[in-house]
């Protein structure tokens, strides 16, 4: 699994934003946050939302984005409690069982997967 970021807009956002990706089995992945566990060790993704279910302009001109979506997300993917009907319309899966390890003095989690 590795990380990657893309740069997404938020429906009512004045801004372009960043956002978490995750390649997982195959397919690619917004993380819009991270739940950290109570030892510190793991971190793991609140939820994941398919990108291939977003319209995407494949490559950035951005050094840092692997990916721009073209069009603005609805708030209730990125934060906060999501109906059933937006959830399967985007595909999303909340708290999937997946976990990164944290290594190193920055914290900065490895593509280290344990399910």
């Known amino acids: 699994m590795r990380r990657f970021a893309t740069m997404i807009f938020v429906e009512g956002s004045s801004s372009i934003g960043r956002c978490d990706g995750?390649?997982?089995?195959?397919?690619?992945?917004?993380?819009?946050?991270?739940?950290?566990t109570p030892d510190g060790q793991w971190t793991t993704p609140e939820r994941i939302i398919p990108l291939d279910h977003l319209?995407?302009?494949q490559k950035s001109d951005f050094?840092?984005?692997?990916?721009?979506?073209?069009?603005?997300?609805p708030k209730a993917l990125i934060s906060g409690p999501?109906?059933?009907q937006v959830a399967d319309q985007y595909g999303v899966f909340l708290h999937p069982s997946l976990r990164?390890?944290?290594?190193?003095?920055?914290?900065?989690?490895r593509a280290r997967v344990k399910i």
Not at 100 to 109: A, E, N, S, T, Y
């Open 22 to 36: 995750i390649e997982h089995e195959g397919r690619d992945w917004l993380v819009p946050s991270w739940l950290n």
């Open 82 to 84: 999501i109906s059933p």
């Open 63 to 73: 050094a840092w984005a692997r990916y721009v979506v073209g069009a603005a997300i």
């Open 55 to 57: 319209p995407l302009v």
């Open 100 to 109: 990164i390890r944290f290594v190193g003095l920055q914290g900065k989690p």
